[in-house]
């Protein structure tokens, strides 16, 4: 079945330091969707990227859409110790379902 | 504004006895509804979902079950719990239209000894 994968799998940046992960599939993705799971927590949807090449931001955090709709990422500018959590990426599987397929997740920690 | 619950919150309980998790939805009608399970710092496999009342889709084979008696409620079961079904449990909702993001409820943390 349809997998997405994401790297890296965990990230220990110092606060102020830039985030990224990053999405990946070998199909067409419809649409994508990004989570975040502060530790302890339960995922929290954060936004949902569905055009060729869109970029959308909220606050620090910058999502973008690749071209192919193939790939996705997310980054964080000036990390801070309210960002640590695990970030998963998650699109619909191929053909089309109710379901979500998510990635393993980026596991961020920030040292202050 | 739609909530979604889940209890209980934690759950100790040992090899071979039932299970029954519950959650509810409240605030919109008709929605998706999906049971995953998520080991300790693991990514979140999908267990079962359901669109509609009574309709269960089975994603993984296992002992574990999962009923849909009304609209907003959603059940998983198990008859007997092995210790491999240690897990933190969460519930989700979608609102069934494509493109739908999922919210999901505060979880069950089940230890099984």
């Known amino acids: 079945g349809q997998q997405v994968m994401q790297i890296p799998q965990y990230q220990h940046v110092q606060e102020g330091e830039d985030f990224t992960t990053y999405c990946n599939s070998s199909?067409?993705?419809?649409?994508i969707q990004w989570y975040k799971q502060r530790p302890g927590g339960h995922p929290v949807f954060l936004i949902q990227l569905v055009k060729s090449g869109e970029v959308k931001k909220q606050k620090r955090l910058t999502f973008q859409f690749g071209e192919a709709k193939k790939n996705s990422s997310l980054h964080i500018t000036a990390t801070q110790t309210t960002d640590v959590g695990t970030y998963f990426c998650a699109a619909p599987p191929q053909g089309g379902s109710e379901k979500l397929v998510f990635g393993k997740g980026t596991k961020l920690t920030v040292n202050p | 504004s739609q909530t979604i619950h889940q209890w209980p919150a934690t759950l100790v309980q040992p090899v071979g006895s039932p299970l029954s998790l519950e959650c509810t939805v409240e605030g919109t009608s008709n929605p998706n509804l999906y049971w995953y399970r998520q080991a300790a710092g693991r990514g979140l496999q999908l267990l079962f979902y359901s669109v509609g009342i009574g309709q269960i889709s089975s994603e993984v084979p296992q002992n574990l079950s999962a009923s849909r008696p009304q609209d907003r409620q959603f059940i998983l079961s198990s008859k007997k719990l092995l210790l491999s079904d240690s897990g933190f449990y969460l519930c989700?909702?979608?609102?069934?239209?494509?493109?739908?993001?999922?919210?999901f409820g505060p979880g069950t943390r089940l230890t099984v000894l």
């Open positions: 199909t067409t993705l419809s649409n």
């Open positions: 989700a909702w979608g609102a069934g239209a494509a493109y739908n993001e999922q919210f």
